[in-house]
């Protein structure tokens, strides 16, 4: 079979999906607190956020807490909580200055209020920045995006006949954005654990063993070779 030629434009991704994972084993594995693997894991988090920007990649999102994560102890969503609030704090203005567009994607309202004002705020500043746009999911589930959605439609009252595929997606939290073109789940573990499953229809999935912690630029720039790899044929 001839093989398909390969355009550059279209294998690099133009919506790269982030699951952080491996925080607490990475922790454990360093006889260290839960607490430490997650402080570390948010100083990879900026470092990844600036080299995407760097790379020209038009969005990205990071899964942070999922709707299923408030089964955790509560010293420990406390924290991550609080982490949350201080990071939306603390980099707002650089985004701002960087030309990130910051958005959250996700129910707000089971999140603490000062992480909701946090967010609010940096959503305010950054919202005409047109240089990446930065998806933070927190309390973030697909078929919770799914519920809300349909929500959304139903008290517009469209009729069934106006429901298309394109009212739904207009009604999620990615509204406006591209499908993800690219997943990367780090640690190993090989599940979509409820991420963008609708808008990862067609995205091609990448799960390095690396825990997040250690997931550097290096491992970035080896994802990106890998999904340059991929033929992508849509069902074609």
Request: charged letters at 35%; one cysteine or more; glycine letters at 6%.
């Amino acid at each position: 079979m001839e093989k398909s030629k390969i355009n550059k434009e279209e294998v690099y991704p133009k919506h790269i999906g982030i699951m952080i994972d491996g925080n607490r084993r990475w922790a454990k594995n360093k006889k260290l607190p839960t607490f430490f693997g997650h402080k570390r894991g948010m100083m990879r988090v900026v470092e990844i956020i600036n080299y995407a920007l760097k790379k020209k990649i038009p969005v990205l999102t990071l899964y942070g807490f999922s709707t299923e994560n408030w089964k955790r102890d509560k010293e420990e969503v406390d924290y991550l909580m609080d982490l949350f609030t201080k990071f939306a704090h603390k980099y707002a203005p650089s985004f701002q200055k960087q030309g990130i567009c910051f958005r959250h994607i996700g129910g707000r309202e089971k999140l603490p209020e000062k992480l909701q004002e946090e967010i609010k705020k940096a959503q305010e500043l950054t919202k005409k920045n047109k240089k990446m746009v930065l998806n933070i999911a927190l309390n973030y589930g697909g078929r919770d995006e799914v519920v809300r959605g349909v929500r959304k439609i139903v008290k517009k009252k469209f009729l069934p006949e106006q429901i298309e595929e394109k009212v739904i997606f207009d009604h999620l939290d990615t509204r406006g954005l591209p499908d993800v073109d690219f997943i990367i789940r780090t640690s190993g573990e090989m599940r979509l654990s409820n991420f963008l499953p609708l808008q990862a229809a067609y995205a091609e999935l990448y799960f390095p063993k690396v825990l997040w912690p250690d997931f550097d630029k290096h491992q970035f720039d080896l994802a990106l070779e890998e999904f340059r790899k991929r033929q992508r044929r849509f069902g074609k």
